[in-house]
């Protein structure tokens, strides 16, 4: 139970001392539908609990209509939930929604930027929201504009820009201020693998210098290669959670495995029919399957398949956090 | 204070990057003024009072009419923030949503007093309006909560219409009604019974009245007191109205 620290009521608590960045438990939204509407009511998320150590990365997964977005909204003030409790550093998202808001910095999904106002202006303008103004911030927009690549664009309005370069100057607000907690839902949409690595690397030094991130992605390889902790999610619900390695333990020897042909391979439905596939992609003359399998019969597959066509490569990995969220994904939903 | 004073110049900003905007903004009511008044004036002879040119009674009411225009204006910028995606995410900066309301909102009583301020000397030169120098308190309380009141009623409108072109649809009856069913064109007592009822009952007329009472001492001070309170409550009311709109915004 999370319990009330003195912060409760009036005067406004200093500052709830919280070992945890985010706590949440038994987190509720339903949407009601409008009285005229037909349907039922939705329910985005549905007895959510978990909670964020401090300094960490905190990838937030789940399929589309998952309910990621719904409480990355509630836990940065935007909207409120139904029923139970959701607190950053200590602060209740519902009563102390202000000082939620001193301690965060959010990238939302959608596109969001001041499409009158420079590149620059932008950045500065939201700093002042933050107590921030002056030389010293002027200098620091500078070293943003430059570590993200707008400097050349510094003085041209985001409404001239593509919509990569105006994800990048969402982005550059994350360092602009240093609030100990930074929300990004979808943070790379539109940016190209050059920019996104760099941001990537960003983010961590952001992280070493003790700020936590909480983020949602439907790249699983992003979640993969930055997150310490991961909770996936579905139908508003959690389907499993855990560092990257708990989670493939959760999932039972799912194997991955790559095979080159000298052409490509015919009749591959029938001989893999009667294994647990879960998915399969065959490009040129390489077939890569995801097997739910034991090894010895992952292994009878790969010499069936290999005495149908000459291999010339072979690759048998572990499962990667795309096999394990399907397969994680499909069990909740046949269940 | 960090939180007003951010918003307001961030509207300070967005209005000058375009000329257009501050030339609307400051010269638009004196431009009515000069145009429909004096031609009124100098087409119809109208005078309500002996010795009140259509000029000096009208001053109120382009007053008025910017206080009505800048509010629509400014609760329509909602719906280019909410485009611009920057709208959302303003709701996540630190600040409460009342203050994100009176930021915007203070920012539009500077740029309200200003083309007053413009409006009345250019009155006074040019048109020969007199003007009374006790009644300017009351003239900038009137053209403060004036500005406000509107506001804070359009923004009411403007956070729960999700669609652009409804609100637009919604502006234009509003402007339809509260403009020409009121005291803004001309006195009410000639009206027929029903407009003249209507008329009375709308809060552009007692902010009207109050503006005329206050440039050119027309009206009675009792009744004008009384609108002057009936337009507080209505200020207040769109207030929390307003609120809790923005409050609902999911």
Redesign the interface.
């Known amino acids: 139970m999370l319990r009330n620290r003195p912060c409760g009521g009036k005067p406004r608590p200093r500052c709830p001392v919280s070992e945890m960045a985010i706590q949440v438990e038994n987190l509720a939204k339903v949407?009601r539908r409008k009285r005229w509407a037909s349907g039922s009511d939705i329910r985005a998320v549905d007895d959510l609990s978990f909670s964020v150590r401090r300094g960490e990365i905190f990838g937030l997964l789940g399929p589309n209509g998952a309910g990621k977005t719904t409480t990355l909204?509630i836990l940065?003030?935007?909207?409120?939930p139904t029923s139970g409790a959701a607190r950053v550093l200590g602060y209740d998202v519902m009563r102390h929604?202000?000082d939620v808001?001193?301690r965060?910095?959010?990238v939302?999904q959608?596109?969001?930027?001041?499409?009158?106002?420079s590149v620059r202006?932008n950045l500065l303008?939201?700093a002042?929201?933050?107590?921030l103004a002056g030389p010293d911030v002027r200098r620091r927009a500078d070293h943003v504009l430059d570590i993200l690549g707008l400097t050349p664009d510094a003085g041209r309005?985001p409404q001239d820009l593509s919509g990569g370069f105006r994800r990048r100057v969402?982005l550059a607000k994350v360092f602009m201020v240093d609030t100990p907690i930074i929300?990004l839902d979808e943070f790379s949409t539109g940016m190209d693998p050059i920019l996104k690595r760099s941001v990537m690397e960003l983010l961590r030094k952001e992280v070493a210098n003790g700020r936590t991130i909480v983020l949602t992605t439907q790249v699983l390889t992003e979640a993969e290669e930055l997150c310490d902790d991961i909770l996936i999610i579905d139908r508003g619900k959690q389907v499993a959670r855990g560092d990257l390695n708990t989670l493939k333990l959760l999932t039972e020897q799912v194997y991955e495995v790559a095979l080159t042909f000298d052409r490509a391979p015919d009749n591959v439905d029938a001989l893999v029919d009667g294994y647990h596939v879960v998915r399969r992609q065959i490009a040129q003359n390489t077939l890569l399957i995801a097997l739910q399998e034991s090894e010895s019969r992952v292994l009878e597959l790969v010499s069936a398949l290999a005495a149908r066509r000459r291999l010339l490569r072979l690759e048998i990995n572990g499962a990667s956090l795309e096999d394990i969220f399907i397969a994680l994904t499909r069990k909740e939903t046949a269940s | 204070m960090?939180?007003l004073?951010?918003i307001i110049?961030?509207e300070g900003?967005?209005r000058a990057?375009?000329l257009t905007f501050i030339f609307w903004d400051l010269f638009y009511p004196l431009g009515y003024l000069l145009v429909f008044g004096v031609g009124i004036n100098a087409s119809l002879g109208f005078a309500t009072d002996p010795g009140v040119s259509y000029s000096a009674f009208f001053l109120a009411g382009v007053l008025s009419m910017a206080s009505f225009g800048i509010a629509s204006n400014t609760s329509w910028s909602f719906f280019l923030d909410r485009d611009?995606?920057?709208f959302?995410?303003?709701?996540?900066?630190?600040?409460?949503r009342p203050q994100y309301l009176l930021g915007k909102v203070l920012f539009n009583i500077g740029v309200a007093t200003v083309q007053s301020a413009i409006t009345i000397t250019l009155a006074a030169s040019l048109l020969g309006v007199p003007l009374r120098a006790s009644g300017w308190p009351l003239l900038t309380a009137a053209v403060t909560i004036g500005t406000a009141g509107w506001f804070f009623f359009y923004a009411l409108f403007a956070l729960r219409i999700r669609r652009n072109d409804a609100f637009n649809t919604v502006t234009s009856i509003f402007y339809f009604i509260f403009l020409f069913a009121s005291s803004m064109f001309y006195p009410l007592d000639p009206l027929p019974r029903a407009l003249r009822v209507a008329a009375y009952a709308n809060p552009i007329t007692w902010q009207v009245d109050v503006i005329r009472y206050a440039t050119i001492g027309m009206g009675n001070a009792t009744q004008i007191a009384l609108e002057g309170v009936a337009f507080l409550f209505f200020t207040a009311a769109s207030f929390f109205a307003a609120i809790a709109a923005l409050?609902n915004?999911?």
Request: glycine share 4%; net charge positive.
């Open positions: 949407f909204r940065t003030t935007l909207v409120r929604a202000l808001r001193t965060i910095v959010v939302i959608e596109q969001a930027a001041e499409l009158l106002l202006d303008t939201f002042r929201f933050h107590g309005k969402q929300f | 960090t939180a004073t951010a110049a961030r900003k967005i990057t375009n611009n995606g920057i959302y995410e303003m709701l996540t900066y630190p600040m409460s409050r915004q999911e």
